[in-house]
Nanobody, 123 residues
């Protein structure tokens, strides 16, 4: 079972990036999917989550209105569209999967994790 993030990189403030998280080894169509991020020296924090059907989403206040999470169950992929990026969005972004309520913000509640992708926003 593997989750693999892609799409990270260096972008100027105000720019956009789209992260993808592809799953292999099993289907996660019945799982909630989440994105978390971790800046250097800080704890991993919740960014966004989407329920199994894609009809319900939940966001951290810090990204609400700027980020959008979506999923394609046929492809076993979840996306994070990030707009109006700020330097404080700089972090390693991780995708996760779990049988959780999407309002769950604790990383420990998610069972499966990717290796992360670096997002750097320059000012």
């Amino acid at each position: 079972v593997q989750l693999a993030e892609s799409g990270g990189g260096l972008v100027q403030a105000g720019g956009s990036l789209t992260l993808s998280c592809a799953a292999s080894g099993r289907t996660f169509s019945s799982y909630a999917r989440g994105w978390f991020r971790q800046a250097p020296g800080e704890e991993r924090v919740f960014v966004a989550a989407i329920n199994w059907s894609g009809l319900s989403t939940y966001y951290a206040d810090s990204v609400k209105g700027r980020f959008s999470i979506s999923r394609d169950n046929a492809k076993n992929v979840v996306y994070l569209q990030m707009n109006s990026l700020k330097p404080e969005d700089t972090a390693v972004y991780y995708c996760a999967a779990g049988i959780v309520d999407i309002t769950t913000v604790r990383p420990s509640e998610y069972a499966y994790w990717g290796q992360g992708t670096q997002v750097t926003v320059s000012s």
